[in-house]
């Protein structure tokens, strides 16, 4: 994968396909540690820590905070005003050094609320499931444990590093201007950034995720008998307005590259109502009626700012162009930005891929973008020189209720973060 000039840049930096006396300690620390490290993630797997569950997550942070107090970080809770209702975030932080300064990411919610039926933790050989076991629970266990491998070796007094657990990744309480400032300042402190959501396989990294953003589009027609729908005095009605603008999108955007868009809800009839919070809606309506209002909310995902840009002045201009006796408006709202594939990224993966090969890991692919969805290290990655994503364990089946984490891959994600780390901070 390696350019001759990358080589020569992270060879400079001391990086090399060997591992050094201290790397080898960090491995048989955690390979050491990893039953340890195992049980703490089932304990808590136990807490349900839906993002609306805020002592549940409280809980959770408390118990990583508990340990990071022990190892020397300066921790404390984020929070915001009651009305946000979410747990706030879990800051830890290590200045002593003159190394390159590093921000890590990770998320002490899941997508299950208390009332979910999926609870509890459960192991059958080498895989755990679980709710939250891949998404974020483990990797935020991993980095917890890649602070204890680096104090192993003596070594993490002399870094400089905060760490960030977020509070409400997978459902936000208010606008990220709010409840990301922190978060987005620690990204400007950094000189690298790492996102410990879980890996898309042992073989691949992440130097890319794409935004996360949602849309709102409501039309309008005239009321009335169905007998005169497509004539001048009723015109076309709300539903087939929203019909055409929706498969418009499909005909003009739906194959550029790493975009996509989805119309999650749609309602539509003569009276309807729609809760955009709870995404659930009422309507009614007479087959022999031309429809009055349509609301259809959807998200979009795009690799960059500008493809985003571009995607809504495109459906923008989709939504005007209104057929007879109806009218449209679109309005859309920002939640992630992307985390773009920079060439910083890709060297830093070179860097990865190092530590990998002399783990005797393999080879690393950067992952196809499209395969990752939004998470907040993009909230960091354009103010570090580089980041990188899923440095987590592997796992597969997130938000869902067959969530497993492969436990033969902990140890291994572990030890090789924590060598990254080590290298960079060298």
Known sequence: MKHTLILIITLSFGFGQSLNQNEKEIQKFVEKNTNEAIDLLEKIVNINSGSLNIKGNQKVGKILQKDLDKLGFNTYWVTYPKEVKRSGHLFAEMRGGKGKKITMVGHLDTVFEKDHPFQNFLRQGNKAYGPGVDDNKSGIVSMLYVM?????????KDMNLTLVFIGDEEKLGAHSSIVRKELIDAGKWADIGLGFEGATGIETGTIARRSASSWILTTTGIQGHSSQVFSETLGYGAIFEASRIINSFREKLAEEEYLTFNPGVIVGGTDTNYDPVNAKGIAFGKTNVVSQSVTVHGGIRT???????????????????????????????????????????????????????????????????????????????????????????????????????DLTSFPKTTTRSAILIYRLTK
Do not use: C
Request: charged content about 25%; glycine content about 8%; overall charge negative.
């Open 303 to 405: 690799i960059s700012i500008k493809q985003l840009e571009d995607a809504i002045k495109s459906m923008e201009k989709i939504a005007s162009n209104n057929l007879p006796g109806t009218t449209a408006k679109i309005e859309f709202k920002t939640s992630y930005p992307p985390m773009e594939p920079t060439k910083a990224n890709y060297a830093l993966l070179d860097k990865l891929e190092e530590v990998n090969l002399a783990l005797g890991y393999g080879n690393l692919e950067p992952l196809d973008p499209s395969k990752r969805g939004a998470a907040d290290i993009s909230f960091i990655a354009p103010y570090v020189d580089a980041a990188l994503a899923g440095m987590g364990p592997d796992g597969q089946g997130a938000h869902s209720a067959d969530e497993w984490l």
């Open 148 to 156: 204890k491998a680096l104090d192993h070796i003596g070594k993490l």
